[in-house]
């Protein structure tokens, strides 16, 4: 218990850095902050209304606060570009960003998780190169490059799958169960899944190796177990550092995507990132960065608290 | 002996001033998330002792006792929490007296781990200048002192200069240790556990190596071990501690023949023995020495000793010199050789044949 | 006297002895003398075209690798955009080695307070996730050459001082440090001497591990019109522009991103070849 508490509050000042950095993205972009809310074809009495409401007159500490004060009743502000609710904006977004997620990182883990045990049952041998070669390859591949070239085969070369774009869902459904909406998801899902296959293959491999290196498996194999059964122990003593990559990735995936969402025009957070950077809409980009990265500080915590539950040593202090 | 009278020319204050006087030094350490508040380990807890010039004092005791702790606390390395240093007869960092950088160009430090002390990275000759150099001496003065420092301690500077400490044996690199503390050109050393880590043909060659450099410049030694028979070698004196405390202090024939306290009795006793008629039936201390966070009060040896009464759980005992009167002092820290204590003991004195 | 080798030589005697690490070398090697030898090596003009020649498949008319959208020479303009590419991938990693770097040994050196300072705001940027923190900071500063390189370095920054500073911590704790600070030497005296010598191995092996990464965002970067700006040359920018035309000449389109991907790999196989020849583990 006490391990718990002491990452939920290692977290707390975290998440308080983070949104004063997305707090201060307004100020590091060029020009007056205020702009970024004003509309262009304003008067100079709105302006002052506007900047009186917005607290652009007070000290910057007040500022924040008042920000973070909007921020956490759910209020992050008004798309310039689309004059809709920014929390709307990011909300639709998020859950396309995350139906793609959630096709790419089960098979990402799957893969890497087999590709990574393999290897370690046999260091040293053809298998464990080719699957460390593979590893590097996914790791240094352009994901957005590896999106166009599988443009160019399947929808160039052989029309077999869609380009870009999205199937419209119908409401209430997740669209991920039918061919005509899964189609359009499989090309951006594989060139997602490439880093974290090639990152968990690595710490996979890495971890089962570290485990079976250890004393304890030797007394197994003394007692007298069978492989199977030393295999069992092993995968479960590398679980921890498994399940750290993992969740790691998972966060990677939520806020990088925005390389893989551009080439395929994928309506998702990382899409929207980048409309947001072509319109100069700094509140929608503020509060696609503030979202995103809050997403990854609770990812990381809850890989911390997984990983407290899976190993007892962890518990303490 | 020869090493008082060849008074090296930076000592103002005469042959028969200590060179190192310590007081009443302590060091505890708070333990952090331990669950209680405060717990404390009292590492070194009031200290006092001296060393004369060119004299060598050997410190012996269990491992955790404070030895190391206490060489560190000399050298400045951590701070004090109370105690007062005078090196030849100034203060060290008081307000008036010497700094702590003017004591480390007196006294220098050799440590136990011979590889992990050589930076890995240096050729030898560069790590024993480097001192040199911190001293002000220009690059190419720096490396003849310490290539001079190479050749005091035996080893060749064109042979084993250039060379990385992984080139060189565990004894080579002991020697390199060694010139380097001498390079700076102190007055004292301190020796923390310096040749435990080695073979004992090599520690033997070290020894004689320090035994001839204490002779030739006239260094005092603070030579700290759990070795008793490699300090009784080398030592003067002998100073035994025990759970951050002096327990018996005295010279080093005298101690080794005649113990007085019950745990350095205990301690002789425990060594092996080339005798087989001395060879002991039962181990003579039993048990672990008590966790240093809680302490009894009284004696803090009084647990695992035979001759514990209940004087020694209620009281403290200080330092007593026994027999008193001598001309070398030999004192130890226990009721039985205090003739007021109230110890059944008291008085009688203790002989080898009531411990064997 | 036998000849005495110093840490150095030795690792670079392992690291010869390294196939992937040699032909990662082999390849940056050729990618480097290109870019400086561009204007010679070079068949055309890189910023000559015509609309005749827009968009012509592999070995047309002399172009080897075909031409763009506004017709000029492919090759021409893949060793050109090397230069930019490379110093933009290059850059932000020296900057982030020098200001990352140097924070981690003071705050592994000093510990205590400086430490606390250090690593915690380390600890915020570290929070977002490398690509979105990228893109932000350069996106919110506007998107030139510039702001790419600033908000790159601002990435690397702390995962830079992260393994500084635990090589540091580590490198304290042994007892030549000790034996230094008894000699009477002040902090940044040990440092200089003691401490850089020792940790420099595992932040090289990093760093040049991350130049791979720098490479993939920087890349990256200019492929969302966050970095460079046109007619400049460069890989990212070069893949973005000819994406609309992979219906045209599919696999002339996909040549910057082959290029980014070589690169990234050969700095890749350098970084295992010298983390295994200075005996560093990640």
């Not at chain 2, 008074?7 to 998330?33: A, I, M, N, T, Y």
């Not at chain 2, 606390?73 to 090196?87: A, I, K, R, W």
């Not at chain 2, 503390?181 to 033997?204: C, H, T, Y």
Request: glycine share 10%.
């Amino acid at each position: 218990m006490l391990g718990i508490f002491r990452r939920l509050a290692l977290a707390f000042p975290i998440a308080v850095g983070v949104s004063v950095v997305c707090f201060a993205l307004v100020y590091i972009a060029p020009g007056d902050p205020l702009e970024t809310v004003v509309p262009s074809d304003a008067t100079a009495a709105t302006i002052a209304v506007i900047k009186h409401a917005y607290g652009f007159d007070k000290p910057l500490a007040i500022q924040y606060l008042i920000w973070l004060g909007r921020v956490l009743h759910g209020n992050l502000g008004i798309s310039i570009a689309t004059n809709r609710p920014v929390s709307l904006e990011v909300g639709e977004a998020l859950v396309n960003t995350l139906r793609l997620v959630a096709l790419a990182m089960p098979a990402a883990l799957i893969i890497g998780y087999a590709m990574g045990v393999a290897a370690a049952r046999y260091p040293g041998r053809m298998l464990d190169r080719i699957v460390s070669g593979l590893a590097m390859f996914g790791i240094s591949l352009p994901n957005y490059w590896v999106g166009v070239v599988l443009v160019i085969v399947f929808a160039v070369q052989w029309p077999l799958l869609p380009a870009t774009g999205m199937a419209p869902i119908a409401p209430g459904s997740i669209g991920m169960f039918n061919w005509s909406d899964l189609r359009f998801m499989i090309l951006p899902a594989i060139s997602l899944a490439l880093i974290p296959t090639g990152i968990i293959a690595r710490s996979t491999r890495a971890a089962v190796l570290d485990v079976l290196s250890q004393d304890f498996v030797l007394t197994l194999r003394a007692k007298g177990l069978d492989e199977e059964a030393i295999t069992r122990h092993v995968l479960r003593n590398a679980l921890p550092q498994v399940i750290a990559v993992v969740a790691l990735q998972f966060g990677y995936l939520m806020g990088g995507s925005i390389l893989v969402e551009t080439v395929f025009s994928w309506p998702g957070t990382g899409y929207l990132l980048g409309y947001a950077i072509q319109n100069r809409d700094v509140p929608l980009l503020q509060g696609i960065v503030l979202v995103l990265s809050m997403i990854f500080v609770v990812t990381n915590l809850i890989a911390d608290l997984l990983q407290v539950r899976v190993d007892p040593r962890l518990r303490r202090g | 002996m020869s090493s008082i009278l060849a008074q090296p020319p930076s000592d103002f204050e005469g042959p028969l001033l200590p060179l190192l006087l310590v007081r009443d030094l302590k060091k505890h350490f708070l333990l952090r998330g331990s669950g209680k508040l405060g717990a404390r380990v009292h590492a070194v807890d009031g200290v006092s002792f001296s060393i004369a010039k060119g004299e060598t004092l050997g410190i012996v005791g269990e491992s955790g006792c404070g030895k190391s702790t206490l060489a560190r606390l000399l050298m400045h390395l951590m701070p004090c929490d109370e105690g007062d240093f005078t090196f030849d007869g100034e203060a060290v960092n008081g307000a008036q007296g010497i700094g702590v950088a003017s004591l480390r160009r007196q006294m220098q430090m050799v440590f136990q781990d011979s590889s992990a002390s050589l930076n890995p990275r240096l050729p030898v000759q560069d790590s024993i200048a480097f001192g040199p150099r911190m001293q002000g001496k220009g690059r190419r003065e720096a490396l003849t002192v310490a290539r001079e420092a190479l050749r005091q301690v035996n080893l060749d500077p064109d042979l084993v200069g250039g060379r990385f400490p992984h080139e060189l044996s565990g004894g080579q690199k002991q020697r390199v240790n060694i010139a380097r503390a001498l390079a700076i050109g102190p007055r004292m050393v301190i020796l923390d556990e310096a040749v435990s880590a080695l073979d004992k043909s090599v520690q033997a060659q070290v020894l004689n190596l320090l035994v001839r450099l204490r002779a030739e410049l006239g260094l005092a030694f603070l030579f700290i071990s759990h070795d008793l028979s490699v300090v009784r070698y080398i030592s003067h004196r002998v100073l035994v501690m025990y759970l951050g405390q002096v327990v018996e202090v005295g010279p080093a024939s005298a101690l080794f023949a005649a113990p007085l306290h019950p745990y350095t009795r205990a301690l002789l006793a425990s060594r092996p023995s080339m005798d087989p008629a001395r060879r002991i039936e039962s181990l003579p201390v039993t048990g672990e020495p008590p966790n240093p966070v809680d302490l009894p009060p009284g004696c803090r040896f009084a647990p695992r000793c035979r001759f514990a009464e209940a004087v020694c759980t209620a009281k403290m005992p200080m330092l007593v010199t026994r027999p008193p009167d001598e001309g070398l002092r030999h004192e130890a820290a226990c009721f039985i050789h205090d003739p007021e204590s109230g110890h059944s003991l008291a008085g009688t004195g203790l002989s080898w044949e009531t411990l064997t | 006297m036998p000849a005495s080798h110093g840490y150095w030589l030795g690792v670079w005697r392992k690291f010869c002895k390294h196939p992937g690490a040699l032909l990662g070398a082999f390849l940056l090697l050729c990618i480097v003398l290109a870019a400086v030898l561009a204007p010679w090596v070079a068949p055309f003009d890189p910023n000559q075209g015509g609309i005749i020649l827009r968009l012509k498949p592999f070995g047309y008319d002399g172009h080897l690798l075909g031409t763009d959208e506004l017709g000029r020479d492919m090759l021409s303009r893949l060793i050109y955009g090397a230069r930019v590419s490379l110093a933009m991938g290059v850059a932000p990693v020296v900057g982030a080695t020098i200001i990352g770097g140097g924070l981690g040994i003071v705050a592994g050196f000093y510990g205590k307070i400086a430490n606390g300072i250090v690593m915690r705001v380390m600890d915020v940027f570290y929070a977002f996730p490398s690509v979105l923190l990228a893109v932000a900071i350069a996106g919110a500063m506007g998107g030139g050459l510039i702001d790419g390189m600033v908000a790159l370095t601002l990435v690397f920054i702390p995962p830079m001082c992260r393994v500084a500073e635990t090589a540091t911590a580590q490198v304290r704790r042994l007892d030549f440090i000790e034996a230094a600070r008894a000699t009477g030497a002040g902090g940044w005296a040990i440092i200089r001497y003691h401490v850089i010598g020792n940790v420099l191995g595992p932040i090289l092996v990093y760093a040049s591990s991350l130049v791979s990464v720098s490479m993939l965002l920087s890349a990256g970067l200019s492929f969302l019109g966050l970095s460079v700006q046109p007619p400049t040359p460069d890989w990212g920018l070069m893949l973005s522009t000819l994406v609309q035309s992979i219906y045209v000449v599919p696999w002339v389109c996909a040549l910057p991103g082959a290029a980014i991907f070589i690169t990234s790999v050969s700095f890749s196989l350098l970084s295992n070849g010298l983390g295994e020849a200075m005996d560093v583990r990640r």
